[in-house]
């Protein structure tokens, strides 16, 4: 099925049952973006589908984008152009990963993938890493790749928003709240802009910092929604023990798979808030699954050191 058929947009909504939604007289369903494409998942189809089709409106025959060593939108982002048959390239965070190449590709699931891709890596330092956005920089990189379409770091940009506006439908018009995971702000700016009036939007991030209000505010005027900053457990790629147990749980009692670093710690969140009374009696939640499931081989590789258990694949 082509990456960009509109009929692999059609996704359905999964209701939870539990018994702390009956206790506390709510309901919630949880739509499965994460099984919208087999290796291009949840909100990475969504921020790439107008992207690559601009990069293809524009005769671009190479995508560019930045990532770490376990990013989803990396391994998205190889699949992607490798289906519509462009070429990609990933500058990834960490000039060591590129010592010994195929220690590093025997190591971690991400780059492997992305290189059975096809996608050609450049490991840089994480100093030259920080200037992904400098013009000076990218211009080095268009001397040494040639001409380029730039997807820029987690894909967001206004294309990106354009398409995470599609993950609502009508079908999604009788929720009153809808929570998110929250990485860069381009998903939650999507569903903002299309929610409806009576709905309220809950983003969880999966970082810290103040930076998301402002990205968020540079896509959607819209003030209908809160960001749930209780729940990030130390940061990007941090986990505790009872974060893990809870996705093991999850997972044993309603057969989904969450990942660690996003929809693991928004519906961890969301589960206690609901617990602690946070949601009116009768009141309607729509989760959204991001996908991002590609990233628990490299986490469990780091509970391993941690010595803190497994997530169960």
């Known amino acids: 099925m082509s990456f960009i058929n509109p009929e692999i947009t059609k996704i359905p909504n999964q209701d939870i049952q539990h018994s702390i939604l009956e206790l506390n007289n709510v309901t919630l369903s949880l739509k499965r973006e994460d099984q919208i494409h087999t290796e291009v998942s949840g909100n990475k189809f969504r921020k790439l589908k107008y992207n690559m089709m601009a990069a293809q409106d524009q005769m671009i025959t190479k995508v560019l984008t930045f990532g770490g060593a376990y990013s989803n939108h990396i391994a998205a982002t190889a699949a992607a152009a490798k289906e519509l048959g462009l ?58 790749f040639g001409d380029f ?55 969880f991030p999966a970082l810290k910092g103040d930076f998301l209000k402002e990205e968020i505010e540079h896509y959607s005027s819209k003030t209908n929604w809160e960001l749930i900053t209780a729940y990030h457990f130390g940061g990007y790629g941090k986990v505790k023990s009872e974060l893990i147990d809870f996705i093991n749980s999850f997972k044993k009692e309603q057969q989904i798979q969450l990942d660690p670093v ?31 499931l590609q990233g628990i081989a490299g986490m469990n590789q780091t509970l391993i050191k941690k010595r803190l258990p497994l997530i169960e694949i």
């Not at 450049?122 to 956005?133: A, D, G, L, P």
């Not at 969140?269 to 959204?288: C, P, S, W």
């Open 87 to 144: 070429q990609s390239i990933g500058i990834i965070r960490g000039d060591e990963l590129g010592k010994d190449i195929k220690k590093t590709l025997a190591q971690n699931e991400t780059l492997r993938f992305a290189v059975e891709n096809e996608m050609q890596l450049k490991f840089v330092s994480r100093e030259v890493y920080r200037k992904k956005t400098d013009a000076i920089f990218l211009e080095s990189l268009k001397q040494e």
């Open 149 to 203: 379409y730039l997807v820029p770091e987690g894909g967001t940009n206004d294309l990106a928003v354009k398409g995470c506006e599609e993950i609502l439908t009508t079908t999604d018009q009788d929720f009153d709240v809808i929570c998110t995971a929250v990485g860069t702000g381009g998903t939650i700016s999507g569903i903002i802009n299309s929610a409806v009036e009576h709905q309220k939007v809950l983003g």
């Open 262 to 292: 996003y929809t693991g710690k928004m519906m961890y969140g969301l589960f206690d808030m609901i617990k602690n009374g946070y949601f009116r009696k009768n009141t309607r939640i729509l989760a959204i699954h991001t996908g991002g």
